[in-house]
C-alpha cells in the first residue's frame, strides 16, 4: 500500500518507508469500494482527503432527465476533490463511483490541515496538486464549449494525435466518449461516418487513421 502512495503526487518526495510515521500524526481509515459503489455524491460535504490507492474511479454529473456527462476516469495512485476540502461551500461538484473494486485511503480534513502545516513537502504538493487540477477543468471547460459534436471530436482526435503520428486508438468505448461527450451515442456514430465519408479519417473500431489533419484543424478553427 505504501509503494503505491509513494507514486501519488500528493506524496512526491517523501520515501515509501516514511509515510507510515507521517499517516500516525494524524486520524486516516481505509476502505475497499466495489465496481459501481457510490463514493460520494455531487451536493455531498467534503470532509476527507481521499487518495485512490488501486483500481480506477470516474467521476460524472447527470441532470434531472437522467443524461450523464463523464467528466473523468481517476486511475490509481491518486488524490481527489482536494481542491473542494476548503471553502465555504466544500461539497462534491460531481458523483464519483467505482470503475472496478478500488481502494481507498481517507484522511478527515483536520487531520489534512495540521499536515499541512507541520510538513512543507506536503503542502508543496497539496498546492500543486489543486493547481493542476484546475488546469485539467478549464481545459474541460473549453472543451465541452465547443459547440458541435464535430468540432469536439476533431479537437479530441488532435489531441491524441501529433502531426508526426496520425495513427491512434480511441482510449474509451463509443458509449463511453458519448457521455464524455455529452451527447447522444447515436449522434456520435452519425458524426464519425461523416468525418470517414468527407475522407477526414478512416476508421476501424478503435482504430483511427487520420488522413487530412488540415481539416480537423480547419473544423477545430472555424467549425466547417
Not at 505504501?2 to 506524496?11: D, E, S
Not at 481517476?74 to 476548503?86: H, K
Not at 508543496?124 to 474541460?140: A, G, H, K, P, V
Not at 474509451?172 to 461523416?194: H, I, N, Q, T, W
Amino acid at each position: 500500500m505504501f509503494k503505491n502512495l509513494a507514486k501519488t503526487p500528493i506524496f512526491d518526495g517523501m520515501p515509501a518507508d516514511e509515510i507510515p510515521l507521517f499517516l500516525s500524526q494524524g486520524n486516516y481509515a481505509l476502505k475497499r469500494y466495489h465496481k459501481n459503489e457510490v463514493i460520494a455524491f455531487a451536493g455531498e460535504p467534503c470532509e476527507y482527503l481521499i487518495i485512490l490507492i488501486d483500481g480506477s474511479l470516474r467521476a460524472e454529473m447527470s441532470d434531472f432527465s437522467g443524461k450523464i456527462l463523464k467528466v473523468e476516469d481517476i486511475v490509481a495512485p491518486r488524490a481527489i476533490a482536494t481542491g473542494f476540502l476548503f471553502g465555504k461551500n466544500n461539497t462534491f461538484p460531481v458523483n464519483v463511483l467505482a470503475n472496478e473494486d478500488a481502494q481507498i485511503l481517507s484522511i478527515p480534513k483536520v487531520s489534512v490541515l495540521e499536515h499541512l502545516k507541520s510538513n512543507e513537502l506536503f503542502l508543496t504538493n497539496f498546492l500543486n496538486n489543486i493547481s493542476d487540477y484546475i488546469y485539467f477543468l478549464s481545459q474541460r471547460i473549453y472543451f465541452l464549449s465547443v459547440k458541435t459534436i464535430r468540432e469536439k471530436i476533431a479537437q479530441y482526435l488532435l489531441n491524441l494525435s501529433s502531426s508526426e503520428k496520425n495513427q491512434l486508438t480511441l482510449p474509451k468505448s463509443l458509449s463511453d466518449l458519448s457521455k464524455y461527450f455529452g451527447v447522444a451515442r447515436p449522434s456520435l456514430s452519425r458524426v464519425f461516418g461523416e468525418l470517414e465519408k468527407d475522407g477526414i479519417i478512416q476508421t476501424n473500431r478503435r482504430k483511427i487513421q487520420i488522413l487530412d489533419r488540415r481539416k480537423l484543424i480547419k473544423i477545430v478553427e472555424s467549425g466547417v
